[in-house]
């Protein structure tokens, strides 16, 4: 069963305009919560991450908001660039593990 | 330069052989992992190593085989009793909540 969830398979947006991605996890246990972008072809790389005990974390433009209570984070892009195009993974960590639990993916288009 | 390596990018493979993934890495890191990632599907953990002789099943485990006897290096063996074997894997390390990860090696089989 799949503890971390990307409900939105795709997301188009334009360029100059907020980009949002959500994710939603079920694992109680889940402390860190990171974000990685992925060209095709390419491997991830990482993004920007929040602790549990955070509810934002701010980087440039992006910022990662973590609501506990209803086991949800989302990622806010502004402004959109082309370059942003890509996929986004949510990823997720338990206590005490290093393992991360990826949710499917949202493809993300900037419009210029 | 400090990262992860994927060797060879691109791997055929005809149906019934066993085919062996490279991935080395000289960050450092005590942890590596195997994933693998299908069209439509996020990334699914194969196999992860703690420390070097160790290593542990993840979820799709089943028709694979890894080895960690160094530190730089964990090989992802696809055998023949893997069902769906063409995919893309990605290795990564990591030596605390954040994973590096590698170019990604995208097998096919014949």
């Known amino acids: 069963d799949q503890q971390v969830k990307q409900n939105s398979p795709s997301l188009s947006v334009q360029e100059g305009r907020i980009s949002i991605l959500n994710c939603d996890y079920t694992n109680s246990m889940f402390d860190y919560f990171l974000w990685y972008k992925k060209y095709p072809a390419e491997g991830p790389t990482f993004l920007i991450s929040i602790s549990s005990i955070k509810d934002k974390n701010e980087d440039g433009r992006f910022t990662v908001f973590l609501n506990k209570s209803a086991k949800h984070l989302s990622l806010h892009i502004v402004p959109s660039q082309p370059g942003d195009s890509a996929v986004y993974f949510c990823a997720a960590k338990e206590t005490g593990a290093n393992n991360l639990f990826f949710g499917t993916g949202t493809r993300l288009t900037v419009i210029p | 330069d400090g990262g992860i390596t994927q060797s060879p990018k691109y791997l055929f493979r005809k149906e019934g052989q066993n085919v062996t993934l490279s991935c080395e890495q000289n960050?450092?890191?005590?942890?590596m992992y195997w994933y693998r990632q299908d069209p439509g599907q996020g990334l699914r953990l194969i196999y992860y190593s703690q420390i070097v002789n160790d290593f542990q099943k993840g979820d799709i485990a089943e028709g694979y085989s890894v080895s960690r006897e160094k530190k730089e290096s964990f090989p992802l063996t696809v055998t023949s009793a893997q069902k769906n074997p063409t995919a893309f894997y990605l290795c990564?390390?990591?030596?605390?909540?954040?994973?590096?990860f590698g170019p990604g090696t995208r097998l096919t089989v014949l």
């Open positions: 990564a390390s990591s030596s605390g909540p954040r994973a590096f």
């Open positions: 960050l450092n890191h005590d942890a």
